[in-house]
Each structure stands twice: as C-alpha cells, then as structure tokens.
C-alpha cells in the first residue's frame, strides 16, 4: 500500500539536496571547528560559509545568527536569555504572548512566571488572530518582551507581525526606550512567507530544519545586533558565547541548505500548495457537520484543519493510518497530553468538538491525486465513526 504522508506541520523529510550537502561534512570533513589543526580548520570555514549564506537570505549580518539544537532551544534562548539579562532593569518585569503559542513558548512563559515575570497571555478570535487592541494596552513601562507565533503550528492563521512590529516600535518612539522587544517563533512559516527579521520588525527570529526538509535537531536565532541577552547552555564558549558545546557542523550546513531552497522556491510551492489546499477543504467540508478551524484566507499554504462533529480524533487518525494516509488530531510536539488543545480551545471551541479534530498538512510530495484518495476513503470512515458515537453536536 502507498502511503500518503500528510503531516509535514510535524515534521518533513531530508530533501535530496540537503542530504548531499551534508553527508561529506558528516564522513570526510568531521573536525572539530574548534580545533586548529587542518580538520578544524576546514569544519570552521565550512561552518562560517554556512552562517554567512543564512545571513544573506535573511538579510542581516553574520554575527547575529546563533545555531541552536532547534526551534525549542531557540525560543528557549530568546525567552529565557533576553528576560533574565534584562530584568533587572524593570519594577516589575513583563512579558506578554498569545494563547496559541507553541507549547515551547507556552511551558517557557509558565516557568518565567515562577520566576517572579508577569506574564500577559493575548486573547484570539474565532479565526486564530491576536487582539491587537488587547496587545497595544497589555504594553507597559515593565514591559520586556513580546512573542507572537509568525504562523500557527496547527490552525495554520498568519499573524500580522509587521503590525505587531509598528504597535512595539511607536511605544518605543514615544517613550525614547529600547523596549520591548520583539520574538517570533518562525519554523512553520520558513517555507512559505517571508522571514527577513528587517521587513517583519522583530529583534529575534527562531528558525529550524526539520519543518523545511532539512535535518532534525538543527535550528537557529537571530538575535538583532547589541541585544543584551544571556546564555542557557555554558561551556567552551562557542555560538559568540551564546551556546556553548561541539558544533553541529553537518546538521547546520543542512539547516542553510535547506533554508537556501525553501526560500528560493517558497512562492512557486505556496500556489501550487493553495491551489490544492483549497480543493480539499472545498470537499472535505461536503461531509455533513464538519467545519474549518483557522483563518479561511490568511492561513498557511499547506494547512488544513477541519472539525468533525460527534467522532474521536485519534480514532479517525487510527482509521486513515489502515488507509496509507499519515494525518494529526493537532501539533505533534505535545500531543501525549489528553487535554484538549490549547490552540483550538483559544478560538473558542468546546471540549467536545474539539476532539474531533483533524490536521492534515501538505508538502512537497503532495498531489491532487494524493487528496482524490483522501476524499474517497474519509467520508466512508466519518460514516462508520459516527455510527459508533454515542454523541450528537450541533455545529
């Protein structure tokens, strides 16, 4: 049986590309770049080449772009290491974020507010977009940072981060202070939107591999040039002292790869993704009592997320993996957790219709003809599910 993987929101395969990018750093040019020795020497060279290629498609300087282990421990450095640094400097130190963050950003905020930060979490409405009134009040004189998702992980709703950037930008102006300053966790939205940190107006942008067809455990921060900011891991002093132990020289080559690609083909891929994106949600929501979760328009190229009425999520996952076809009940980093998610209770759905939720996210690999099998096999498991429910919702 074929399957159809249509899960790239959790994670993508190494394109081609990447794969031979990296593999002679991982068999021939193994040094260690801080060695000085002819190995080390090389690893290091190769190591730069690769910050400066990101750097170039970012459009900003070499030595704000930190590597990291991924977009976990990216955020983890951003918010941790810019409020800590900082703190000192404020009454009562502030920080303010969304509902529908990543659980990354989400777990971090809860631990920053044991900490003694207070911690302001912006409502969204029902399509998944911050209330930028409630944004522009929640800023204070306290008031450190502000992360808001580009692009959200399970609803797929682009958040309107330019606007944010202004709101942050006129406080700062009025106020003559350098504060807040402004993260967005950007690994959902490398492969389709533009990600230039200058355009967008934030101090900090966290990227990884795994969601743009490169390697796993390989991310990056950009951190804007003179930010105060401290580090999480302490060593040897690599990362500009920022993130220190052996550098993971094919796995960052591979993330510089893979952003190089994303980029150079992001609009192209974006149209022919809508293109079938819409094609299934026009009929998949044929099917009686389901509806569409997120922003009909300003959401992710790849994103679909439908709420079937009166079923189990994970039932129906379970029933299409029998049928081939890979999906997600919402966001694979935290989906051990049998609360309803966070994300789609933010937009105020109930607990009962939200377990039956359905992710399905595109990618390279997916066709018309992939979604065609999708459409024919779905209906007849929703059938088959609801006939087993015990339940009746009203949409």
């Not at 690994?187 to 942008?205: F, H, S």
Request: proline content about 4%; overall charge positive.
């Amino acid at each position: 049986m074929k399957r159809i993987y249509l899960d790239y929101a959790a994670t993508t395969p190494i394109r081609k590309e990447v794969r031979e990018t990296m593999k002679i750093f991982e068999e021939k040019i193994f040094g260690n770049p801080s060695s000085i020795h002819k190995e080390g020497r090389t690893a290091k060279t190769a190591l730069e080449k690769a910050r400066n290629l990101i750097a170039e498609i970012l459009e900003v300087k070499s030595s704000e772009i930190i590597f990291t282990n991924g977009g976990t421990e990216s955020i983890n450095l951003a918010l941790f290491g810019i409020s800590r640094t900082n703190k000192k400097f404020f009454k009562k130190p502030r920080l303010i974020t969304s509902k529908i963050e990543h659980p990354a950003v989400l777990n971090s905020m809860k631990q920053l507010e044991k900490e003694g930060f207070e911690i302001i979490y912006i409502n969204v409405n029902k399509d998944g977009l911050i209330n930028i009134n409630e944004l522009k009040n929640a800023i204070n004189e306290n008031t450190i940072l502000v992360s808001i998702m580009y692009a959200n992980n399970e609803i797929g709703t682009i958040q309107p981060i330019e606007k944010i950037s202004k709101i942050i930008k006129d406080y700062q102006n009025k106020k003559r202070k350098n504060f807040p300053l402004f993260h967005t966790d950007a690994c959902q939205a490398a492969g389709y939107l533009d990600i230039r940190p200058k355009k967008l107006g934030v101090d900090l942008l966290t990227l990884n591999a795994s969601k743009i067809y490169g390697p796993k455990a390989s991310g990056l921060l950009y951190i804007k040039e003179n930010t105060l900011i401290e580090p999480l891991i302490f060593g040897g002093g690599q990362e500009n002292n920022l993130r220190s132990g052996t550098e993971n020289v094919s796995g960052w080559i591979g993330l510089a790869k893979a952003l190089e690609l994303a980029q150079k083909e992001k609009d192209k891929e974006s149209k022919r993704l809508i293109k079938i994106r819409d094609y299934a949600i026009k009929n998949i929501l044929k099917i009686e009592k389901t509806f569409l979760n997120g922003h009909p328009k300003i959401r992710l190229p790849n994103n679909i997320n439908i709420i079937f009425l009166d079923i189990e999520g994970e039932a129906l996952v379970l029933k299409l993996d029998k049928f081939g076809i890979s999906a997600s009940t919402g966001s694979a980093c935290h989906s051990k957790t049998l609360e309803p998610s966070h994300v789609l209770t933010a937009i105020g759905l109930k607990r009962e219709a939200i377990h039956g939720s359905l992710r399905l996210t595109l990618g390279k690999e997916t066709t018309k003809k992939d979604i065609d099998y999708l459409l024919k096999v779905l209906p007849k498991i929703i059938k088959e599910l609801r006939a087993l429910s015990p339940i009746s919702l009203k949409k």
